[in-house]
């Protein structure tokens, strides 16, 4: 069984950084496509940036506008995602995912292995 643990989240101010990483154990993720997505309070999960199998290519949300950068390690099966110049819009839940596809889609439902969540506040 996959599992994909999220850490990295945390309280920060307008502006400032964060860096949020995913684990992953139990299954190929050298293969795996990888993503992020969010979802804030009162709000639909959106997708914040994905990576392909094998870190070739990148995909960002618009409102991403160049501040956030996604890498992924094949060796130690980690997902990073870097955050600078966060704004308080920014805050959520944010979620490690997986496709067996190996694909750096935008699209939920073509995830099957999901995190847990770690929590992103963003003060003004």
Known sequence: QVQLIESGGGLVQAGG???LSCAAS???????GMAWFRRASGKD?????????SGSHAYYADFVNGRFAI????AKNMVTL????????DTGVYFCAAN????GSSDPADYQYWGQGTQVTVSA
């Open 71 to 74: 890498s992924r390690d094949n």
């Open 100 to 103: 067996v596809a190996g694909r």
């Open 45 to 53: 999960r959106e997708f914040v940036s994905a990576i392909t199998w």
């Open 26 to 32: 139990g299954g190929a993720f050298s293969t795996y």
């Open 17 to 19: 950084s964060l860096r």
């Open 82 to 89: 870097q955050m600078i110049s966060l704004k308080p819009e």
